[in-house]
């Protein structure tokens, strides 16, 4: 399903917008250059499938509890919708008490119909359907999470008479009236995304407006991936958000002209993902100085969902390589053309020497302590904190499991250890071969230069090392050391620990880290200085 739109241009020229399901636009510009009228324009032609969250607007909850009936919410919804089209709905909103009240009614009759559909399978003896059913989160627990990932500290919740009550660090509960605007705001814009009809086209207005980037960056990120069944248009002046969504579109719009009170034509260009932001409209509307970490991977990658919940207030950008990292972060920090940015790299450890460790942080780039981001995962202090929280939903005896889990974890890695151990020193054979080569003096008195290495020594080394380690059973060491992800023992070890599979696992490590401080004080002390070093920034 696509929804489109074609803009007139000067010349009597036009530009075709077409947005899919799955897929997100950004529509960006300075003040007064047309985003608005873009917006509206957009949602008119695409009424019967398109709602608009005005999320610049000042909105509040006049109660914390549904105050309407199905007959009004019906009714005041079909207005708003009409209304919207109305070209006074650009610059004026006579809904905002009601929009939030609607938000709220949804909600809560998400979490109702999911309630009703669960005791209803339950009340016809399909237990097999009510787990299913259980398996899918309720929209407030998954807006609950939302939150925290975007570092609100604030988590909602249904009370008796069905109101609606937050809390803070543990607070007493209070009514979300009493939330600020920008935690309001959360709360609306992730309320009207989640509960939003399948192939929706959902229109976002300026919604860093009551939200930081550091917040709504993050937010907006993880609605995207909630509904991959809808699309997306943002409007904003934060040149950043596109940024930190490098697989979405851009609409630059530098600006527009009246005839009367409409926009007759558009001065704009859409930019798809693969382009940059043109730097005169950067400099119109970037604001201060901000803190990028690269890391190795791509946006769905573990790496950005560990570091994202890792180093909070700093904006995660995937790169493809370790080179590409070292690249990023050398060509920003010696430009001043980015003075603006303080940027940082993560690469994975693979084995790298001291030296070479050393001289990229000189650089400005981390080696992880451990072979890769798996590592992390699937370490067994993480996996032991893991298994010990499963225990208490599933009643499985922890130490039990992660025995079990070790030892199906070595079965997998052993037909695989003289490959592994070739792998695990590939780099440091390179290296020893480039430490050979001759320099420009060597040249020039031309002498004769040999260059033996004896690869199957090296090799026969590190296999002893390694048949070591599986001998005495310790799988710390191999984690750490090996690049075990190329064997079946990560899916292994997250089966043995009762999971369905690496995916299901992983997400119970990122919850843990979401709400278990000891053990994201853990992680975080596996990557040395960096968390100092970016906040010394």
């Known amino acids: 399903m696509s929804f489109k739109l074609t803009i007139p241009q000067a ?47 000042q909105t509040w909850f006049a109660s914390n509890a549904v105050t309407l009936s199905p007959e009004q919410k019906r009714a005041t919804e079909h207005n708003m919708h009409n209304t919207d089209r109305d070209p006074e709905s650009r610059w004026k909103d006579n809904y905002s008490a009601q929009r939030a009240s609607i938000a709220i009614y949804d909600l809560i009759d998400a979490e109702n119909v999911r309630a009703r559909s669960i005791a209803r399978a339950v009340d016809n003896d399909d237990i097999n359907l009510a787990r299913e059913l259980s398996q899918k989160d309720a929209p407030i627990k998954i807006i609950n999470n939302l939150l925290r990932l975007s570092n609100i500290p604030v988590e909602i919740s249904v009370r008796k008479n069905e109101q609606v009550v937050a809390s803070k660090s543990g607070c007493a509960p209070y009514s979300i009236a009493e939330l600020s605007d920008g935690e309001r705001n959360a709360v609306l814009i992730a309320s009207k995304i989640l509960t939003a009809e399948v192939g929706t086209l959902i229109l976002i207005d300026e919604p860093e407006r009551h939200l930081h980037r550091s917040i709504i960056s993050p937010l907006l990120n993880l609605l995207f991936e909630q ?84 180093f909070k207030n700093v904006s995660v950008i995937a790169k493809s390589s370790c080179r590409d990292v070292e690249h990023a972060v050398s060509g920003i920090r010696e430009s001043s053309d980015f003075h603006w940015l303080n940027v940082f790299g993560i690469v994975d450890n693979d084995r790298r020497t001291q030296s070479d460790i050393d001289y990229l942080k000189e650089k400005g780039v981390y080696a992880i302590s451990e072979y890769s981001v798996e590592s992390i995962y699937y370490h067994p202090d993480i996996q032991r904190r893991v298994a010990e929280r499963h225990e208490t939903l599933t009643g499985e005896n922890a130490s039990v499991q992660l025995l079990e889990a070790k030892s199906a974890a070595i079965d997998a890695i052993t037909p695989h250890i003289q490959r592994l151990s070739e792998k695990a020193v590939e780099k440091l054979i390179r290296k020893e071969f480039f430490q050979h080569l001759p320099n420009k003096n060597k040249i020039a008195l031309g002498t004769p230069i040999d260059i033996s290495i004896d690869v199957a020594s090296i090799v026969a080394e590190e296999r002893d090392r390694f048949q070591e380690a599986l001998d005495a059973v310790d799988l710390a060491i191999i984690i750490s050391r090996y690049p075990i992800r190329e064997t079946p023992a990560l899916s292994e070890i997250a089966r043995r620990l009762g999971f369905q599979g690496r995916k299901q696992y992983e997400g119970a490590v990122q919850k843990m880290l979401m709400d278990d401080e000891d053990a994201l004080a853990f992680v975080k002390s596996l990557f040395g200085t960096l968390e100092a070093d970016i906040e010394a920034e």
Not at 22 to 28: H, N, P, R, T
Request: aromatic residues 8%; hydrophobic residues 40%; contains cysteine.
């Open 11 to 57: 010349e009597e020229k036009t530009l075709d917008i077409v947005v899919d399901i799955g897929e997100c636009l950004f529509v960006l510009g300075a003040n007064g250059s047309g985003k608005s009228s873009f917006m509206h324009k957009f949602y008119s032609v695409n009424f019967d499938n398109s709602i608009r969250i005005s999320a610049h607007r």
């Open 227 to 310: 509904r991959p069944d809808c699309a997306f248009i943002i409007s904003t002046h934060e040149v950043m958000l596109p940024l930190d969504n490098p697989t979405a579109s851009t609409l630059l719009v530098r600006d527009c002209i009246y005839t009367g009170t409409s926009v007759s034509e558009w001065d704009a260009d859409l930019i798809g993902p693969e382009c940059n932001i043109d730097d005169d409209l950067k400099e119109e509307i970037l604001g201060a100085r901000r803190k990028i970490l690269f890391i190795e991977g791509v946006e769905q990658s573990l790496d950005k969902s560990l570091y994202s919940l890792i």
